[in-house]
């Protein structure tokens, strides 16, 4: 069966915190996608991961802001318009029915982007269907381009793009998707019971790694002071680092021997490096900002202990599940994290990791230290932590259940 092309709507490409996104890619190339990618924003960081140089897929950028831009904008736009007035009309009635409602100007951008898209690239590169990975402003284009192409779309909703975004404008968009998919069943609850006009398919895909490229070390022996510890995340409010650095000073104070090691960076760093600095931590921990996918692999296999501490944000911002803690999953490392959003879904109280109450450091320092010292509990989830990984987040498994609904006639309406 001929595989269909796939236009491909990102917020950024690369990028080092989404190897989600670029492991799908390239599985879907594997099975015979052919993929066009259409990125919102140039890269920002100065590496990417190896994966990226095996993917065919070239990307094009769209013009990141309104301003400099705007005269090809507007010529390629007024070039659509003319060439099919009535959807270039019904995309731009909807943009400035948000613009009325929001007052924000990103609604006129995302439909000046998807013109954009349209008119200079579809004509020597078409495509069968949009996808856009996060529901927010890449699924605002994909719909965009979708109205004033004719060419159906859907997009993929993850985690702050659902929470954070208005429900009645996501609810918009998924009446006009032809299915959406997410990556936990909590959001799929939640997705499902916005106000929608339509029934709309909505698919629960975990995002999956590629077991291959994670070999574990043995780590079934008791481990010894000092204990290494590990976090990777972004550092924003939603990680609930600030946490993680109170359980580390109980820690400290009941005398344990560590080392903590944080690979991330994010908005909140400057908060976090003082709190480090007022808490009197700066001899047991560092900030290693954010690292190619081998020095990550390097500080999972030196590690005794991964921790995380999500929570929900004040402005509704939350993890789904978070790879990072799939992979510490798969390389052995036991986990100690929040039963925040869909994290159970993953680790499972004392059988597949240690879970508590999000916002709580007396909690988090209490399972660190049992997951540390208990020889007899490392024993048993360590082996079932990898074998849940294996059985339900293997992404070459996963791919297929993607491609099945890009090509079933459950994603038709």
Not at 274 to 281: A, E, K, T
Not at 347 to 365: F, M
Request: glycine share 6%.
């Amino acid at each position: 069966m001929t595989q269909p092309t796939l236009g491909m709507i990102l917020k950024g490409y690369p990028r080092i915190s989404e190897t989600f996104i670029s492991n799908e890619i390239l599985l879907l190339e594997n099975l015979g996608f052919s993929i066009r990618i259409f990125s919102m924003r140039q890269p920002r960081e100065s590496f990417t991961h190896t994966s990226i140089k095996q993917i065919r897929a070239q990307a094009v950028y769209l013009p990141e802001t309104l301003l400099r831009p705007i005269l090809p904008l507007l010529y390629y736009n007024i070039r659509q318009c003319i060439k099919s007035p009535a959807a270039y009309g019904s995309a731009l009635k909807i943009a400035f029915k948000r613009f009325s409602r929001t007052r924000k100007s990103a609604s006129i951008k995302h439909v000046l982007q998807a013109g954009y898209l349209v008119n200079r690239f579809l004509p020597k590169n078409p495509v069968d269907h949009f996808h856009a990975h996060f529901a927010h402003s890449p699924g605002s284009v994909a719909m965009y381009a979708s109205l004033i192409s004719g060419i159906p779309f859907s997009f993929t909703a993850h985690a702050k793009d659902i929470y954070t975004s208005n429900p009645l404008q996501l609810a918009e968009k998924m009446d006009r998707a032809r299915f959406v998919a997410t990556c936990t069943e909590y959001n799929r609850s939640y997705l499902r019971q916005l106000p929608l006009k339509h029934p709309v398919p909505v698919f629960r895909v975990y995002h999956g790694i590629d077991i291959r490229l994670f070999t574990p070390e043995q780590r079934l022996r008791h481990p010894v002071p000092p204990y290494r510890l590990l976090t990777v995340a972004r550092i924003t409010a939603k990680k609930g680092l600030s946490s993680v650095y109170q359980a580390l000073k109980i820690l400290k104070d009941q005398g344990i021997a560590f080392e903590h090691t944080l690979i991330g960076e994010g908005d909140d760093r400057e908060q976090i490096v003082r709190q480090i600095q007022m808490l009197g931590l700066q001899s047991v921990t560092r900030l290693m900002g954010v690292q190619p996918h081998e020095a990550v692999l390097d500080a999972f296999r030196n590690s005794d202990l991964f921790v995380i501490g999500c929570e929900i944000a004040p402005n509704g911002d939350r993890d789904g599940i978070p790879n990072v803690l799939v992979e510490s999953m798969a390389m052995n490392v036991p986990v100690v994290a929040t039963g925040v959003s869909a994290i159970p879904e993953l680790v499972t109280h004392e059988k597949t990791g240690l879970l508590v109450a999000p916002g709580n450091p007396d909690q988090l320092a209490s399972a660190m230290i049992r997951l540390l010292t208990d020889t007899e509990l490392r024993q048993r989830i360590i082996p079932a932590a990898r074998e849940r990984v294996v059985n339900d987040f293997d992404n070459r498994k996963l791919i297929e259940e993607l491609a099945d609904i890009y090509q079933s006639g459950a994603a038709k309406r």
